[in-house]
């Protein structure tokens, strides 16, 4: 192994030691698992732009191990002083349990397919949903939907791998099933639709830092699983590239829509990361089905860039005192650190140019259209730019809601009132993950070397685009200005009563999308009156019904139905039991028989 990565697993597994004989030791964060994340930096980019190291850490792990050391750099400074303020014992199990969940995420990347490798796979996911456990009552639904999810994955890649470490070749239809079961483990992990439900539950609920690990880190293990799969099973069936495309499409299209109907800050960021990985699904799946290399271009780029302003998006989550949308407003006055990195992040995950969004947009634009005409079912690949281009309005829409909700206008509460900056550790911990996007922003060839990217001229086009905004601001502070109330509309007139701007007036957080969710029958917004007192005035609340979630709820109903018969199996019978293992052995013998 390279000693790099020795050195990083060494330190990550001594902060967890230290965590445990010197209580919560979150002090040492900074060097141990922000260590450990430049550590393995160096180590997986060297891997990927060299492509020398060999096994285990070939130029496709070394991307990954390369992302997963970026995310590790920056969350390690942010969480010494995210947990000072957790409860003592709290902290210690985090400070014990985090840098495990870290070294998982990396053995997955360098196990081979096999028991080792599904091992890892679970240990990752228990570890995983421990940490969301420790949430308390405010995380039970979200722990219990990752739980339930990772078990779903889990029973696909065991169907997957143990055909795969058989040494009889795959015959007939068992590479199918191998397939079968591959997309199952891995794409409930990158969150595939409509096997996505667990995602929208499990990250708004958990910390901060640590929904920054699970959204831009570990559902990408599953991408790479799916990428891999090829060098462990060889060239999938059309049927997997078809199914990839056509979900993930759609898969983007949902999560926006139903995004912009979550009120939640941290809900609205993990719907929108369940968009990020549907399009990268399919990304891939259209690489499966016409191997251009501008599809896998747009793949491995914008995982990197997914990974930083998506990690840098929910580290800035952490300094909200609250996080309902329609309750905060003008934290930019109070948090302008916060709020010019969340802003670099937005404006990135809004695909607009010269950042790293709009480059994968654009290799998508390209490897949509460069599909060959007339040659059956893959001129179907063209209708994809349609999506993206749906994609990328809807996306615009939801930053542009998601940012000025909570940094402009007034607070809508008084709790908008008291948030705080984070310290120094914090903010070096964002500021990490801010430099490094920008970097990849202005120079993405420094990443794509080693596939030989075509690329529009990034750098002058932003210094160009900076130039014309200069000017712009230049040219208006140099007229005649006139200030007004924000939205003043003939009211805050002096001495009229009952004319003041209050916070109310500025646009609720479903109000602002109710016309354009119009248009997505799948999402319904129904109001309610309710009232406070006799004398009070009425109030409209919005609820937002979702058939896919009431589909949900009716399946877990039925398993549930379900469930409590089967315990009747499980009556204290010795016969009953008996019969049971007999019957199972017949099985068994029937099986091998054949």
């Not at 985090?94 to 495990?100: D, I, R, T, V």
Request: proline share 7%; net charge neutral.
């Amino acid at each position: 192994m390279n000693p790099l990565i020795e050195t990083a697993l060494i330190l990550l597994g001594l902060q967890s030691l230290l965590a445990l004989l010197r209580p919560p030791a979150i002090g040492f964060l900074p060097l141990s698992l922000g260590g450990s994340g430049l550590l393995l930096l160096l180590a997986g980019l060297g891997a990927w732009l060299t492509g020398t190291w060999g096994t285990p850490l070939d130029a496709s792990a070394g991307f990954y191990v390369a992302l997963l050391g970026a995310l590790y750099l920056g969350v390690g400074p942010y969480l010494r002083e995210y947990l000072v303020h957790h409860e003592p014992h709290r902290a210690r199990l985090e400070a014990f349990l985090l840098p495990l969940f870290a070294a998982a995420m990396v053995g997955v990347l360098l196990s081979p397919p096999g028991y080792t490798f599904l091992f890892l796979w679970e240990g990752m996911a228990l570890l995983g949903y421990l940490l969301i456990a420790l949430e308390g009552p405010n995380g039970l639904v979200g722990s219990r939907a990752f739980f339930l999810a990772s078990r779903l994955s889990g029973a696909g890649l065991f169907l997957a791998l143990i055909l795969l470490v058989r040494k009889e070749p795959l015959v007939g239809g068992l590479g199918h099933l191998v397939w079968a079961g591959l997309v199952l483990g891995f794409g409930t992990k990158a969150a595939l639709f409509p096997l996505h439900a667990w995602l929208p539950k499990a990250h708004p609920v958990a910390m901060s830092p640590l929904s920054a690990l699970l959204s831009g880190g570990m559902v990408k293990l599953g991408l790479y699983g799916l990428y891999r799969a090829q060098d462990w099973v060889g060239s999938p069936p059309q049927w997997v590239g078809w199914l990839l495309v056509g979900l993930g499409l759609t898969g983007a299209v949902y999560a926006l829509a139903r995004g912009l109907a979550e009120e939640d800050y941290k809900g609205v960021l993990a719907y929108s990361s369940v968009e990020n990985l549907n399009l990268l699904l399919a990304a891939l799946g259209a690489y499966f089905l016409l191997p251009n290399p501008l599809f896998l271009l747009a793949f491995f780029f914008h995982q990197a860039a997914h990974a930083l302003f998506k990690g840098l998006l929910f580290l800035g989550s952490g300094t909200l005192p609250v996080r309902e949308l329609s309750r905060l407003g003008g934290l930019h006055r109070l948090l302008p650190r916060t709020a010019t990195w969340s802003f670099l992040a937005a404006l990135t995950a809004a695909g607009l140019p010269p950042l790293a969004g709009f480059l994968f947009e654009w290799y998508l634009y390209q490897g949509f259209l460069a599909a060959p005409q007339g040659t059956g079912a893959h001129s179907l690949l063209v209708l994809g730019v349609g999506a993206v281009a749906l994609v990328g309005a809807l996306g615009a829409v939801s930053y542009v809601r998601l940012f000025g909700l909570t940094f402009l206008g007034q607070p809508r509460s008084p709790q908008a009132g008291d948030a705080h900056e984070m310290g120094i550790f914090g903010q070096l911990g964002m500021g990490v993950l801010a430099g490094l996007l920008l970097g990849l922003s202005l120079f993405p060839a420094a990443l794509l070397r080693p596939l030989e990217p075509p690329l529009y001229p990034v750098l002058p086009l932003f210094l160009a685009l900076v130039g014309l905004g200069g000017g712009l601001v230049y040219l208006l502070s140099r007229k005649p200005q006139r200030a007004y109330d924000t939205w003043d509309c003939g009211f805050n007139q002096p001495g009229l009563m009952g004319s003041a701007l209050t916070p109310e007036m500025q646009p609720h957080a479903l109000g602002y999308s109710e016309q354009l969710l119009r248009l997505f029958p799948f999402v319904e917004l129904e109001a309610h009156l309710s009232r406070e007192g006799m004398l009070s005035p009425p109030r409209v609340r919005l609820e937002v019904s979702d058939w896919l979630l009431a589909l949900e709820a009716r399946l877990a109903r039925g398993y549930t139905a379900f469930a409590h018969r089967v315990q009747h199996l499980q009556s204290g019978s010795l016969h009953l039991y008996l019969l049971l293992q007999f019957l199972a052995l017949l099985f068994v013998l029937g099986v091998v028989w054949r």
